[in-house]
């Protein structure tokens, strides 16, 4: 049970990179710098309408570079209630990182939520998805209570492990399969074609809600605001909530309540 009561928890997170994802690549032309500030302009606001519509929390990781360049952005979404957490400074791949870089990049990204919430961020989701030797040390040092970049289940978290022991970080798992990006998101240099229609997603997306519900799980859905913004996908996503409510037992979470009730309930 989560929550006391509910049957399934529903995560919805939005990986809110702005322009930080193409300037880590490089390209800072008017064109990829444009594509970050609509996420953040056009959006961000499509979401919390939409988040407000159907009052429900969500988990937004933000680069430094995020709060840096769209402070007034980030405050508007943690005053609406939503949980702030970490995603890097510029976006960086910590992967190939020594350890005193990946953890001055925790650093800045630490102080610079703070700075807008008040407290440091629970959580951190790795901008590459993928985690250096060092990370799951660093994470500790930080005090953080949970992490969502790798896919070792679908709708259960569990703790990372640290050298064949259980680090006391909990891993709320992401999938490529319930990620917007993959789906959605077109460019050239790199190629991904994207694009797909939004009643394919909507397929993909309700089924695996279905599989959570099933197993008494979590559903976490990782969403761009430049990605899933486009208004024909917000309307998607709108059909995706209303089904999901649908469900009796369904409990809408933050990626922090849904660490902590986790890790309660194996007390
Ligand atoms: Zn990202």
Known sequence: MWNDDKKCAVVLSFDFDAESIWIVHGLTTPAFMSRGAY????????????????DIP???????????????????????????????????????????????????????????????????????????PNSI??????????????????????????????AEIVELPVSWELDDAPHFL????????????????????AAEFDGAYECGGVFTLTMHPQIIGRYHRIRML????????????VWFATCSEVATDWVSGRK
């Open 137 to 166: 040390r660093l994470f500790r040092e930080f005090g953080l209570l949970y992490d969502s970049s790798v896919m070792g289940d679908d709708f259960r978290p569990y703790l990372l492990d640290d050298g064949g022991k259980e």
């Open 39 to 54: 996420g953040a302009n056009v959006g961000v606001p499509r979401i919390l309408g939409l988040l407000e519509k159907y």
């Open 58 to 132: 969500a988990t937004f990781f933000v680069p430094a570079e995020t709060v840096r360049r769209h402070e007034r952005v980030v405050k508007e979404i943690h005053a609406e209630g939503h949980e702030i957490a970490h995603h890097g400074d510029i976006h960086e791949t910590p992967t190939g990182l020594v350890i005193e870089a990946e953890r001055r990049i925790l650093e800045t990204g630490m102080q610079a939520i703070e700075t807008i919430v008040g407290e440091p961020p629970r959580g951190y989701r790795s901008p590459a998805w993928d985690l250096s």
């Open 238 to 249: 709108d059909r995706l909530i209303e089904h999901i409510a649908g469900h009796d037992g």
């Open 186 to 205: 077109f460019n050239f240099i790199p190629y991904m074609a994207g694009l797909s229609a939004p009643s394919k997603v909507y397929e993909t997306w």
